[in-house]
């Protein structure tokens, strides 16, 4: 599933290549994503010129100066590529087609069909029920430690699952925050008020992680015009993400697994001991 760095990447390689190109025409075929894409889409967005791509959460907001806003999410199994239209032959669950002037065509496809297509207008961006619930961006200012200990010091649940939800702060899925708190040396039941003197190491660890993967996605961007489907993603090297039953890259401890609000967490006993790890001194 596309997380943060997916979804920044795949922002970072539209606005280099579609940032400015007017739109000529747009080909929606099929309309029944999660949420069906208004039928007034394609006809909205054609003649628009593209001014901004931005993201929020793991959301993409195509700005264009109709003065609306192309609102997408990846969902499951969603990519959104941009390839030359000399020689493009659509695939089956390519379902959003949009021609660019400049010959090329941005192509959003989902075999799965979880991704959102929507288009709203930029005045009601702060109040659309998609985004407006949605915590601080961890990579910007306001997902301060001085916030994240206000946050956990009034949460009783496991810190790993508190850290993914998108109202304490937004785009920390599941593989990182497993990731996170391994790096952090944190158990990831710990329950989130004992943690609260730790979160300048847990923003830290957060960032730390999301940047590296953001880094190693942009490896990829050089060949994202024409690249297909799979094109705009990165392997990670995960250090606990998956692992379980393998030793440890630090210690060699077994990597350990339970579930946590169902989703699977990953951590070494001995790098995240419950109560965390003892100081140096
Ligand atoms: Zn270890």
Redesign the pocket.
Known sequence: MPELPEVETTRRGLLGAVMGQKIMAVTVRRYDLRQPIPQTFAKTLAGAIITNVRRRAKYLLIDVDSGHILLSHLGMSGSFTVRKRAGYEPKTHDHVIIELKNKTLMVFHDPRRFGVMDMIKNTDEATHPLLSHLGPEPLEKDFSPRYLAAQLARRKGPIKPVLMDQQLVVGVGNIYASEALHLCGLHPSAPAHTLATKAPEIVNAIRTILKAAIASGGSTLRDYVGATNEGGYFQHEFKVYARDSEP?F??T?IIETCTHAGRSTYW?P??QPIGGKAQKT
Do not use: E
Request: charge should be neutral; glycine fraction near 0%.
């Open positions: 440890c630090s210690c401890t070494c001995n790098c």
